[in-house]
T-cell receptor
Framework: EDKVVQSPLSLVVHEGDTVTLNCSYE??????LLWYKQEKKAPTFLFML????IEKKSGRLSSILDKKELSSILNITATQTGDSAIYLCAVMIQGAQKLVFGQGTRLTINP | NAGVMQNPRHLVRRRGQEARLRCSPMKGHSHVYWYRQLPEEGLKFMVY????????ESGMPKERFSAEFPKEGPSILRIQQVVRGDSAAYFCASSSFGGELFFGEGSRLTVL
């Protein structure tokens, strides 16, 4: 069965800290890995990663994929209270056109 | 360019009633997906549809749940004879082929 596991499940840090969120996967036929941020409503798209070792950046957020280790990390530097959310990792299965999600990491940034 | 539109945003039903959730994909998207999210859990795939076709329904419960995406109009997720365990947030997403999925804001179903 295809599986995506995120860690930690929950993380509380102070504003200004740097955080690293982890995602590992076991899937039959990997196509791409996606990160989403979910506040109270819809998950919003952050990154899609298909190639190993190439970092994607957007402001204070960055992510990289390691296909050898079947994992990805999401880094957030200089965290702000607005970064508080659930961060979801998902893997797109080749040929199936569906996402398998991890359980999410609930990140709380305290002022 | 409107995003993925879902309605109703909140729906309350009594056990045994029917729930119908609607989803209009983003303009230009022909692929629709339904996901369910239980409290404190990630999103679970339910079904993937293109216009007039169900492509993958491997995540749909075998009974009481059905989905359609007609030629005209929104995609519909239908739950018959709802039970308390059906209470969840139901998210719709759409994409172009091979593109990233964009999610709607979800429909929160509460079964009393």
């Amino acid at each position: 069965e295809d599986k995506v596991v995120q860690s930690p499940l929950s993380l509380v840090v102070h504003e200004g800290d740097t955080v690293t969120l982890n995602c590992s996967y076991e899937v039959t036929n990997f196509r791409s890995l996606l990160w989403y941020k979910q506040e109270k409503k819809a998950p919003t798209f952050l990154f899609m990663l298909t190639s190993s070792g190439i970092e994607k950046k957007s402001g204070r957020l960055s992510s990289i994929l390691d296909k050898k280790e079947l994992s990805s990390i999401l880094n957030i530097t200089a965290t702000q209270t607005g970064d508080s959310a659930i961060y979801l990792c998902a893997v797109m299965i080749q040929g199936a056109q569906k996402l398998v999600f991890g359980q999410g990491t609930r990140l709380t940034i305290n002022p | 360019n409107a995003g993925v539109m879902q309605n109703p945003r909140h729906l309350v039903r009594r056990r045994g009633q029917e729930a119908r959730l609607r989803c209009s994909p983003m303009k230009g998207h022909s692929h629709v997906y339904w996901y369910r999210q239980l409290p404190e859990e990630g999103l679970k795939f339910m079904v993937y549809l293109q216009k007039e076709n169900i492509i993958d329904e491997s995540g749909m419960p075998k009974e009481r749940f059905s989905a359609e995406f007609p030629k005209e109009g929104p995609s519909i997720l239908r739950i018959q004879q709802v039970v308390r365990g059906d209470s969840a947030a139901y998210f719709c997403a759409s994409s172009s082929f091979g593109g990233e999925l964009f999610f709607g804001e979800g429909s929160r179903l509460t079964v009393l």
